[in-house]
């Protein structure tokens, strides 16, 4: 029945279609290969670690189980142990019994998926430019028919996913690579391997659903592995909770996600995106500002931009290319993603993009802040990276979507390679406390400096990537955040969301305000890009005497990844050149996506072009690349690496310092504000109070069973033996009955 | 395969074979107990009159470890048997049921009692079709999960358990509201024995409880059905009659009448349901209860709360369901139960506690759904019911398997457990996760489809209940971060056992069934197609027609 | 003279009734009870000398019986004063709650 | 016996009223015979069994005259004594008590060492008592009926001469009943007095004929109720039946918690249907206030009690409730209701007392629930057995057989009433539950407790009183699920009212006007 629905479907959705012959009608096989490498290593994770209980559990709970001895050695060879290579506990590295299938299959499958999304991508490209201004719709099977509400599983093909899929396959491919290295130690091999796949599974399916559902799967699904990745080391407590919290916060958003959905299908009976984008000017104005604002809920949940960006920071308990594949390059993009996605409502709705802007423009500035005072190094780039959401948001809030999608791209490429280059610091790091059997924080800046002698090769890559970051021309990230920028600008002087009122306040003022605080956000950016670098590379080192001796450049499969990372964020720009600057080909990406957000793009600029002076263009240019500089020169004069001192032997912060050290107290505050209330209210109030006190004790024991029982007592009291009570109850009850034949 | 079944006259016999099955099985293990099986393994010992333990009050029987002796054997194959039995003679049921199909299915319908008009009729549609293969599959898995759990008295167990599947298959399949009353009662009893005797440390209050809370509302249901079935007498030989078709079709009562009526009804299903604030039963009875008896009564029996609701007490009185006022508290009520239900299991220690008030909370989206009255809503609830068998009895099952191994519900007694069990730990999580509504799982569909109804009709109701995705979350992420996940702290842990094959096969189709609904749940939704806009049409016609008839009665006075 | 009669008979059938309330002792309890009868036997003759000889039937059923209360009542009366030593109903009170 | 005998016999030829007489007959004379023959040689255990197995035969003798009875579908003309379906459904019922007494007494004082084999005549005699009362149509054939009844059942609760409680019983239950009976006499006084009749069909017509009557009908009719009220134990009049019950040797207390309430409940509804439906609005106020109090009180203080005894006492008052509902409804439908109830009740009671019977240790007297604890561990059938009761008392489908069915009857009753009795019904499901809380604690002992410590198992019980068990948890379960032809049954076992009764224009069995021959269908 499945296969002939199937074609069915698809015949009926793609037949007209030019990509309908090509390598796209391969499509589903994307998620399908790496979920097939979930199922492979979630197997072979499962299969080593399982050893059968006895048939009856319950019987001799002492003398039924095989011998202490037996079982300690079982776990030691090959289980599934929540240490792993983060841990302390100095166990005896024994590499997983599965390791070499795991290798090929968890790293093989991306590598198939990449060249198959590359395949599709030359399609596009050999299709034309005017036979792809609708996407290529796959229908599979029916997920959820219900009356007049029809949801099918189908996929959905389009520049703008296309982008995405390049994106997720060839950096996910890369990061698989690296993890090959990063990971080759850890006894839960084939599992990590199992998320892994199954995230990028669950991303594709996010970037391809041709429906919102769809895109929910995913946006689900990638906060599931998310949480599963995050706590991959499960014993450390630390970890669990920062797992957890990743997905509960993302929760919150996803309640918005689907609120919007809601909304959308109460008003024109669709969720699918070609469904919506046709319908979507009938919605009112109210309506569509409402829908916006929920689904920017669920991008503030999953791209972690205020008030719930507090996860990512903590996600940074998983492993590092786990940080650099799913909390920088790919999940947390999903909300820029989706209102990319999502452009024909959001232009319809000038207050909800101008709100995107603001929360974008604040998020960036104040991550950027507590950046400059982080010692951990995968939390300074944790914090960079929420403030380079923060900056996609402008882009896309502002209507600048290709320039959002554009940063998106180069971000993944500069921030997957400082994430993954501080993965090789700290797998150099760990390595030699772990000879040394040091307890040591291999993360702390403070321990580390003077890198560079050891490990030359990540130093230049790294040396590249926050030069992309900082915005220095002409790194990827430089074109990007520049064309952002500058789009804001423009974007104050004329359009749609400068005539509009946020909060009272005129759309414009609002633009130019997030246009200052972009500026000085960038500023920040250099400016705790250049300390990272400094701290860990430059100065003398502070490792210690005898860890010295470890150190050393990471495996050839790791710093593989790294240099083609490092090329990319290079050159990253030259993918979207603007006209000011025509060292290449103008506009690349602009062009490539105008069929998905050209039209949304034109409404929000009235219909207009984007057009500036070439004066106001170089300005803008020239006051990002002055901002990038300085932020490069302040660091580099205030900075001094030679005076620091090892973490075990620093100070308490003091003041302000403090405060950015602590993030703003905001985990404490929403600890103390959200989650401690409702713990307690649910505890005391509603659990101790109402279910117990209320329901059972007052109204089911005092008045439910107490009445019949205080009538029982009362008549077993007249019951006492004594004829003459009984005669007098008698005479009394001949009195009732007496008076109640008078009742008429 | 349909002209298989066809051939063998499988629509004629199939719905009173499924009700008789159990009892013929619960029969065999009676016979087997009283032709000496209970004894069969025992040390032979005198008779018990005799025997000086017998003398000093000490039960020879109560102590005995069955498993150990061998007794249990052949009571829990016997029984086993029958389940499997049951489950794939229903299975039928699944081909043979055309979902083009909107009248009853498999009729049955014989006089019972001609002097009351009371009369044997069953017959199902979609949303029976579906809670009846829940049954039949939850009753197979149940009973081998309790294959170790029970160790005393197994042969009274497991007849109880096939009594139980009868009753409750029973009301599924009643057209006839006397027979639904009856079958009604008929689950109550054997749960009672099974709470009460194999039940935890605190049995006989839970037990007590669980009788007494669902007996108020089926006895005031009860008056209601005997009323209805007067209303709908004979006039001229004032024999009332039962019939749910005719009743549906022909009886009209006054709105007041109707308001109490529903009330009597809504009283039955909503302490069945559990609907706060009627529900404290429901944590004491799931804790106490042995495996088996949670798993049956959080996948089936809850269920028949709100097939109640389905079936009777909205259909019935949809002028009072739907009245303005009712109809906002019941909603009302539905979401308090979904954020009250989450938040109060985030507080909970012992894990069984926890999962009982997350059923409060999910048992609310059915309710919303149906209350919504829109197809989706009503359709997500149906989804809901089946899913919340599944994955709430996943969930009892896998705790079941720990506590046989540990003798602790307490969450605070694991921490860190994935490490020696891990296969226990990847499918707790993955139950877990389905019971959150992860989408892809099929807790997602339920409580998207039932959500996505309501907001047509119901907006800030479904608002608020959509709060729960965060709490649902919060509560189950806690509590498996506790117990599977954190510093392996208690060294009693270090020799738990994992999973054993016969714990495997129990959990591979609930796998597969969360799977599966959430990545494909459409023959499903088309099955019960039917009944849910049948549900919606009937409410909102009779509701609309019924005033009409009051309005039109009332005016010309 | 039929009002008179009826309310003769009402007078003592509430001195019976007060009887019973208030003495302790079995046969005195039980005397009472005789007068009551007797009381409502009062009724019945003034009532047939309305409606015919069917009341004056009626009072001797009520004799025969009374008779024969009287003979089980005692019997039982002595069966307990054998265990009790006493007649006194006060005392009396064994079964209770 | 008259061959030729009319299908209506005329009752003024003393012929025909001997004849219509004849199931009552066959007892009263049989229990003549055997009383001489009890007193013929001393008392003796032997004796004792031979005079109680020729009770029984006498009683299956009655009990055949009372079917050959309801076969042949006799009626009658107007006089004291009704023949309808009605009086041969008591009757049945009635016997059926007599017959489960009779087995449980000879058991029951083989144990107890009671050698009087007067006791077994005594039974009979009360028995007769109460089939006058069934068939009493006039109000001095109940009086004579209510005394025979009485005066023998007074002995009979004091029959264990060993017992203290036994007298103690018998002396509170003579003391009150006495008392009782005097307002009883009184209000037939006065309804006489009002209507100048004795005969309630009469009655009925002339208070029809004179509006709702005046004071003293209605006064009398008070004090009727009061009478009745004190035989059935409804609250406030129930006061001395937990202590007799007590007291009361085993089989004995069953007689009276069952059969005299049946007997009393079908005189005093002939009565309210026959003669009072006129003043209906007098004393339905009174009534539903009775059965309210009754069904409450009763079982609210059922939840206290420790001795099963008692709490079975406690249990039937509440039933005395109950089936003041059916009377309640005024209606011929009710006392249809009524006579399944009494029929479902019968067998209920006896098979419990039967448990109790067989679980008291010699002298005890009585059973506490304690005793009972890990019953199914040591006796498991009579756990299950208790188990079934325990639910057909609480009025359970299925698994408490046909005290589902009974409890259904009555609410339909109630609610097919002109004036749906929905109060009461409300009260008496809510009740219900209230009674759930003793009824399934004594199953919750059973099953779900450990069984005392040092607690000697119970000694084998004997023959009948087993067969009893078994037959009533049998036929409680098979009713449970063929109910059907008993139902039938009692539905044509309503009065046959000739007066322009509140009889709700209902009828199954084709009518009540003509008596229908049930049994030859």
Redesign the interface.
């Known amino acids: 029945m499945l296969p002939a629905s199937f074609a069915l479907l698809q015949e009926a959705a793609g037949v007209a279609h030019p990509l309908a012959g090509t390598a796209a009608r391969w499509m589903w096989a994307l998620p399908l290969l790496p979920l097939l490498g979930f199922v492979i290593n979630g197997a072979l994770s499962i299969v080593s670690a399982y050893h059968a209980g006895p048939a009856d559990p319950g019987a001799h709970p002492h003398d039924a189980h095989p011998s202490v001895e037996e079982r300690h050695e079982a776990h030691t060879g090959h289980d599934v142990t929540g240490g792993g290579a983060h841990g302390d506990d100095h166990h005896v590295v024994v590499r997983h019994r599965f390791a070499g299938l795991a290798t090929i299959i968890g790293p093989g499958v991306m590598v198939l998926a990449f060249g198959l999304a590359v395949a599709i991508f030359a399609a596009m490209r050999g299709a034309g430019d005017a036979a792809l201004h609708t996407p290529f719709v796959q229908r599979y099977f029916e997920w959820m028919p219900v009356g007049d509400l029809r949801i099918d599983a189908a996929f959905q093909l389009d520049q703008l996913s296309m982008v995405m899929i390049l994106v997720i396959t060839g950096v996910g491919m890369l990061i698989h690579l690296f993890s090959v290295g990063y990971m080759q130690d850890d006894p839960s091999y084939p599992r990590y391997f199992a998320y892994l796949n199954l995230f990028v599974a669950f991303m594709l399916v996010l970037v391809m659903g041709a429906s919102y559902p769809v895109m929910f799967v995913g946006w689900e699904g990638v906060g599931l592995c998310s949480y599963l990745l995050i706590g991959f080391w499960y014993l450390d407590k630390a970890n669990a909770d920062a797992g957890k919290k990743a997905f509960i916060m993302n929760r919150i958003g996803d309640f918005g996600f689907l609120v919007a959905m809601f909304m959308l299908y109460a008003n024109i009976g669709t969720l699918e995106f070609e469904g919506v984008r046709a319908q979507a000017t009938a919605l009112g104005p109210s309506v569509v500002t409402w829908i916006c604002l929920f689904f920017f809920l669920g991008c503030t949940g999953k791209s972690a931009q205020i008030p719930l960006y507090t996860w990512l920071p903590d996600a940074m308990a998983g492993p590092t290319p786990v940080s650099a594949l799913i909390h920088a390059a790919t999940m947390v993009t999903a909300g820029v993603y989706l209102i990319a996605r999502s452009n024909f409502l959001f232009s319809l709705s000038p207050v909800a993009s101008l709100t995107v802007v603001v929360i974008g423009a604040l998020t960036a500035i104040f991550a950027a802040s507590i950046g400059l005072k982080q010692w951990d190094i995968k939390k300074v780039l944790a914090y960079s990276t929420v403030s380079q959401l923060g900056y996609m948001f402008i882009g896309v809030g502002s209507g600048a979507y290709v320039s959002g999608v554009f940063h998106l791209v180069t971000h993944a490429f500069f921030k997957a390679l400082l994430f993954l280059g501080s993965g090789s610091v700290i797998f150099a790091m760990h390595r030699a406390y772990h000879a040394t059997h040091s307890a040591e924080d291999a993360q702390d800046m403070r321990n580390m400096g003077g890198l560079r002698r050891y490990m030359p090769w990540t130093f230049w890559l790294m040396l590249a990537a926050t030069l992309a970051i900082a915005g220095f021309p002409p790194f990827a990230g430089f074109f990007s955040k520049d064309a952002i920028l500058g789009t804001v600008f423009l974007r104050a002087r004329e359009s749609t969301l400068a005539d509009a009122h946020w909060l009272g306040i005129p759309g414009n003022i609002i633009l130019y305000a997030c246009y200052v605080l972009g500026l000085a956000a960038a500023f920040m950016t250099a400016v705790y890009m250049t300390r990272m670098l400094i701290y860990t590379f430059l100065g003398p080192n502070r490792s210690g005497e005898r860890e010295r001796d470890f150190l050393g450049e990471a495996p050839w499969i790791m710093t593989g990844p790294l240099l083609v990372l490092g090329v990319l964020s290079v050159a990253g720009g030259w993918l979207n050149l603007p006209e000011s600057i025509p060292i290449g080909r103008v506009g690349l990406l602009e062009h490539w996506l105008d069929p998905v957000v050209g039209e949304s793009t034109l409404r929000i600029t009235h219909g207009a072009a984007v057009e500036a002076s070439s004066t106001i263009e170089y300005s803008l240019i020239g006051a990002a690349v002055l901002i990038a500089l300085a932020g490069i020169v302040v660091a580099w004069v205030m900075l001094r690496p030679e005076r620091l001192v090892p973490k075990r032997e620093a100070r308490q912060e003091e003041g302000f310092e403090r405060v950015l050290a602590n993030k703003y107290y905001v985990d404490e505050i929403y600890d103390d504000a959200v989650v401690q209330p409702t713990v307690g209210v649910s505890r005391n109030l509603l659990w101790e109070g109402i279910d117990q006190g209320l329901i059972d004790n007052v109204m089911v024991k005092y008045i439910g069973t107490g009445v019949p029982r205080l009538f029982g007592w009362l008549g077993s009291q007249l019951q006492s033996g004594q004829v003459g009570t009984y005669a007098w109850v008698l005479v009394v009850g001949v009195l009732f009955v007496l008076g109640a034949f008078t009742i008429r | 395969m349909n002209g298989f079944l066809t051939s063998v006259g499988y629509d004629r016999w199939i719905l009173p074979a499924l009700l008789g099955i159990p009892l013929l099985g619960a029969l065999v293990i009676w016979l087997q107990a009283a032709l000496g099986g209970r004894d069969a393994g025992a040390a032979p010992r005198a008779a ?2 005799e025997s000086a333990a ?9 102590a005995v ?1 069955e ?2 002796t061998g007794v249990a054997g052949p009571a829990r194959v016997i029984a086993l048997a029958t389940f499997i039995v049951e489950f794939i003679v229903s299975l039928g049921l699944w081909p043979a049921f055309d979902p083009a199909d909107g009248r009853w299915q498999f009729p049955v319908d014989i006089a ?5 008009g009371v009369r044997f009729t069953i017959g199902i549609d979609g949303m029976a079709l579906m809670m009846i293969l829940l049954t039949t599959l939850i009753m197979v898995l149940a009973s081998l999960g309790s294959w ?2 029970i ?1 005393t008295r197994t042969h009274s167990f497991y007849a109880l358990m096939l009594v139980l599947t009868t009753g409750m298959l029973g009301v599924f399949m009643s057209l006839d509201l006397f027979l639904f ?2 079958m009604w ?2 689950m ?2 054997p749960m ?2 099974i709470i ?2 194999w039940g935890g440390e605190n ?2 209050y839970a ?2 409880k669980f ?2 809370y669902t ?2 509302g089926s ?2 249901m ?2 209601a059905i ?2 209805i ?2 209303a709908a007498r004979n006039p001229a ?4 009659t039962f019939s749910y078709d005719y009743i549906l079709q022909n009886v009209v009562v006054s709105p007041t009448a109707a308001l109490w009526l529903f009330g009597a009804f809504f009283m039955a299903f909503a302490v069945k349901v559990p609907m706060f ?1 009627f529900h ?1 039963w429901l944590p004491d009875a799931h804790v106490e209860a042995p495996t088996a008896g949670s798993v049956v009564l959080a996948s089936i029996m809850l269920k028949l709360g709100t097939f109640g609701f389905l079936r009777l007490a909205v259909p019935l009185f949809p002028s009072a369901a739907m009245n303005e006022t009712v109809r906002s508290i019941i909603l009302g009520l539905a979401v308090i139960g979904i954020v ?1 239900g989450a ?2 299991s ?3 220690t012992d894990f069984k506690k926890l999962v009982a008030y997350s059923s409060v909370s999910h048992l609310g989206f059915v309710m919303l759904g149906i209350f919504a009255l ?3 809503s009503v ?2 609830a149906l989804m809901v019911m089946i899913n919340h068998g599944i994955s709430t009895g996943a969930l009892f099952l896998l705790i079941g ?1 720990i506590y ?2 540990r ?1 602790s519900r307490l969450i605070e007694a694991y921490g ?1 457990i ?3 069990v ?2 226990f730990a ?1 499918l707790l999580t993955l139950v877990s ?1 389905s019971s959150i509504g ?3 799982t099929n807790g ?2 339920g409580e ?2 039932v ?3 309501a ?2 009709t119901v ?1 800030i109701f ?2 608020i209940a ?2 729960a ?2 709490f649902a ?2 509560y189950l ?2 509590a498996i ?1 506790r117990i ?5 702290t208690k060294p009693e842990n ?2 738990l ?8 096969l129990i959990m591979a189709p609930l796998v597969v069934a969360i799977i599966w609904l959430g ?4 023959p499903v ?2 099955r019960m ?1 039917l009944s ?2 049948r549900f919606v049409t009937v409410v909102q016609g009779r509701a609309t027609s019924q005033s009409r008839v009051v309005s039109t009665g009332e005016r010309p006075r | 003279m039929l009002a008179e009669a009826l309310f003769f008979s009402a007078v003592l059938f509430t001195i019976g009734v007060v009887g019973v309330l208030t003495r302790r002792n079995a046969i005195i309890v039980f005397m009472c009870v005789e007068l009551m009868l007797n009381a409502v036997n009062l009724s019945f003759v003034a009532f047939s000398q309305v409606y015919g000889v069917a009341g004056q039937v009626f009072v001797f059923f009520v004799m025969t019986v009374a008779a024969a209360e009287a003979a089980v009542g005692l019997a039982i009366i002595i069966a307990l004063f054998r265990h009790r030593q006493t007649v006194n109903l006060q005392n009396i009170n064994l079964l209770k709650g | 016996m008259n061959l030729a005998m009319p299908s209506v016999f005329d009752l003024t030829q003393p012929l025909q009223l001997t004849a219509a007489l004849t199931p009552d007959l066959v007892l009263i004379i049989g229990a003549m015979i055997l009383v001489v023959a009890a007193a013929w040689r001393p008392d003796s255990a032997a004796r004792q069994r031979v005079v109680g197995w020729a009770s029984i035969v006498v009683t299956l003798l009655a009990m055949a005259a009372v079917i050959y009875f309801l076969i042949e579908g006799y009626g009658a003309g107007p006089g004291p004594i009704a023949v309808d379906n009605y009086r041969w459904m008591v009757d049945i019922v009635i016997l059926l008590g007599t017959l489960l007494t009779l087995m449980l007494a000879i058991d029951d004082n083989d144990r107890e060492l009671i050698t009087a084999p007067e006791m077994h005549v005594l039974v009979l005699l009360a028995s007769s008592g109460m089939m006058l009362l069934a068939a009493a149509r006039d109000l001095m054939i109940v009086f004579l009926g209510i005394e025979l009844m009485s005066i023998s059942v007074y002995a009979l609760a004091g029959i264990n001469r060993r017992s203290i409680r036994s007298a103690e019983g018998a002396l509170k239950y003579f003391l009150l009943g006495a008392f009782s009976t005097a307002f009883l006499l009184y209000g037939i006084a006065l309804v006489y007095g009002a209507t100048g009749a004795t005969n309630l069909e009469v009655i009925g017509q002339r208070a029809m004929a004179n509006g709702a009557g005046g004071p003293l009908f209605v006064i009398g009719i008070a004090m009727l109720l009061i009478g009745f009220g004190f035989k059935v134990a409804t609250v406030p009049f129930h006061m001395w039946a937990p202590d007799v019950y007590d007291g009361s040797p085993s089989p004995i207390t069953a007689y009276m918690a069952a059969t005299v309430k049946a007997a009393a409940f079908a005189a005093f509804l002939r009565a309210w249907l026959e003669a009072f439906p006129s003043a209906f609005n007098a004393w339905h106020p009174a009534v539903v206030g009775l059965a309210i109090a009754t069904m409450v009180l009763g079982n609210a203080i059922g939840l206290r009690q420790q001795n099963i005894k008692r709490m079975l006492a406690y249990s039937s008052i509440g039933h005395a409730g109950y089936l003041l509902v059916a009377l309640a409804a005024g209606t011929s439908q009710g006392a249809s209701a009524l006579i399944f109830y009494l029929l479902i009740y019968t067998l209920a009671t006896f098979g419990c007392f039967a448990v109790v019977s067989s679980l008291t240790r010699t002298g005890a007297g009585t059973v506490r629930l304690e005793e009972l604890a890990g019953l199914w561990n040591v006796r498991p059938w009579t756990a299950f057995g208790m188990a079934v009761l325990m639910l057909a008392l609480l009025g359970f489908p299925i698994f408490g057989g046909a005290g589902f069915f009974a409890k259904w009857y009555v609410i339909q009753a109630a609610l097919q009433s002109d004036t749906p009795q929905t109060l009461l019904v409300v009260v008496l499901v809510l009740t219900t539950v209230v009674s759930a809380g003793y009824y399934l604690y004594v199953i919750r002992v059973m099953f779900m407790r450990p069984r005392l410590e040092g607690l000697a198992l119970p000694v084998r019980s004997g023959g009948l009183t087993r067969f009893v068990l078994v037959a009533t948890v049998l036929l409680l379960l098979i009713l449970g699920i063929v109910p059907d032809y008993v139902v039938r049954l009692t539905s044509a076992g309503r009065p046959q009212l000739r007066s322009p009764a509140r009889a709700a224009p209902y009828a199954v069995g084709g009518g009540f006007a003509q008596p229908q021959p049930m049994l030859r269908r």
């Open positions: 018990p009159e017998a003398r000093a009050g000490v039960d020879p029987r109560t470890d498993i150990a019972w009692i001609p002097s009351w170790t759990y160790r009353y009856v009662e008929v109550l009893v009672y024995f009460g005797i049995r006989l037990s007590l009788f007494i007996m108020v006895m005031l009860l008056a005997v009323y079935g007067l030989t004032g024999i009332p604030p404290t009250y938040l109060v985030m507080v909970q829109t197809v989706q359709q997500g398997m046989e191994r003798h860190g994935a490490r020696v891990p296969m990847a996760l992860l989408p892809g997602f569909i998207f489809l959500l996505i109804g907001f047509k907006p479904t608002i959509t709060t995705v965060i979350a919060a992420l806690w971060q599977l996940f954190n510093a392996f270090e020799h056992a994992d999973l054993n094959p016969r714990e495997l990545v494909y749940p459409a939704l088309r197609q849910a806009e």
